[in-house]
């Protein structure tokens, strides 16, 4: 069972909440009394090992999510309890062994007292990346480190993109293509309140995040900044536009973002936004008729999830939605050909209504097998980190092949 008052188990930014490396799957979680949960496997088993761990969480607030890493010599890494907090970060003195989680320890020790929205992510060549963001809403840097085997952790990036105390970057889950290279997108927020969120911009790197270039591979100065920062989309502040959204990379290098922001009627949908080599085409993907309007800060209770995005095997481009309109189940968008401009609806959880739920999946696990495997958690939030009466839930895994 996991705690499911908030939205803390389960929301988008929580990028590795189902990670696998080393012949193994992980979930990781937080349980009903805040503990950290560790749940491990080894595929096609559907057995699981359940760690619940000697330290716990503040499940009462939505950002202080749990996320779990493996470096490429098979150390598992968590990171967990940040909301402009100084920094919680474990790792195993033994591969793949989730019972030999040492104490907390510094990771870099610069620039670790104001964490916030931590991800593991891992490159093709077994080295571990780690994004957080250092200060607050509406003044915010996102940093970088690096973790090698053999010789941990080192900052690559302090910061690597700069809000200059005046706005803070809210990126996109980031992502690597097949050739190791590493796509960055985010948008700037003002303040923090929502409705000042704009401008989506975009940066890669085909040296593991030492330098970066625009799509057409002009140098990006660092750090990038408000007046330097290469414009994807020109969104403009009270577009409805929700932060830290989704990008994948097809197998032709090309980077795919997914969000949701307003349409002409001032609708929110949700839009995928990618690189056709040689410019940035948008596309409205859902045909929502219900409005609602961001706004405030804090965590707020959202009628429609932010959407993840993933590319099958076969070149298939799929959005991963929750609707509160359409029964608060799990819908898939799904666009084949060469242009992405239809978009067919799926609904694979009828009449399951999953609360605020964002999702999750297990981005090497698609990679290795066509398998998405999402975590699933029915969970409730309240506007601005108030707590809901939902008692503890369920979670498990859905795992879908995709065509």
């Not at 705690?3 to 990028?15: D, I, K, M, S």
């Not at 990781?28 to 330290?55: E, K, N």
């Not at 040492?102 to 990771?107: E, L, S, V």
């Not at 414009?231 to 536009?241: E, H, K, R």
């Amino acid at each position: 069972m996991a705690y499911a008052a908030t939205q803390v188990n389960a929301t988008v930014f929580r990028v590795s909440a189902v990670v696998s490396g080393g012949g193994y799957q992980y979930a990781t979680y937080y349980a009903p009394d805040g503990s950290v949960v560790v749940a491990q496997r080894r595929p096609p088993s559907t057995h699981w090992d359940i760690v619940t761990l000697p330290f716990k969480g503040n499940v009462a607030d939505a950002h202080n999510d749990v996320l779990l890493g493996i470096s490429g010599d098979g150390i598992l890494h968590l990171s967990y309890d940040h909301h402009a907090q100084p920094i919680h970060y474990r790792r195993t003195s033994r591969p793949h062994d989730p019972r030999s989680f040492g104490d907390a320890i510094p990771m870099t020790g610069r620039n670790e007292a104001h964490v916030t929205y931590p991800q593991f992510i891992n490159a093709p060549d077994g080295t571990l990346l780690y994004f957080y963001r250092d200060g607050a809403s509406g003044n915010g840097n996102l940093c970088l480190n690096r973790y090698t085997p053999g010789r941990g952790w080192r900052a690559m990036y302090q910061p690597l993109i700069d809000g200059q105390g005046q706005r803070n970057p809210y990126w996109w889950r980031p992502a690597f293509g097949a050739d190791n290279s590493l796509h960055l997108a985010w948008c700037w927020r003002d303040s923090g309140d929502a409705r000042t969120n704009h401008d989506i911009c975009y940066m890669r790197s085909t040296d593991g995040g030492a330098t970066f270039t625009t799509p057409e591979g002009h140098p990006q100065a660092l750090p990038v900044n408000l007046r330097n920062a290469y414009v994807a989309d020109p969104v403009p502040t009270g577009s409805n536009l929700i932060n830290q959204c989704s990008s994948t990379v097809d197998s032709q290098g090309r980077p795919h973002l997914a969000h949701y922001q307003s349409d002409p009627a001032g609708i929110p949908q949700y839009v995928h936004l990618y690189w056709d080599g040689s410019r940035w085409v948008r596309q409205i993907v859902s045909r929502r008729t219900a409005r609602f309007t961001l706004g405030g800060g804090g965590t707020l209770k959202i009628p429609i999830s932010r959407p993840e995005i993933a590319i099958s095997r076969s070149g298939n481009v799929y959005l991963i939605t929750r609707d509160e309109s359409l029964g608060g189940g799990i819908r898939l968008y799904r666009s084949s050909g060469k242009n992405y401009e239809s978009w067919d609806p799926i609904d694979i959880t009828p009449g399951l209504n999953l609360g605020e739920w964002e999702p999750t999946y297990d981005t090497e696990r698609l990679r290795q097998t066509g398998i998405l495997s999402l975590f699933v958690l029915n969970v409730q939030q309240g506007n601005h980190e108030t707590t809901t009466n939902l008692p503890p839930q369920e979670c498990s895994l859905l795992e879908l092949e995709l065509p």
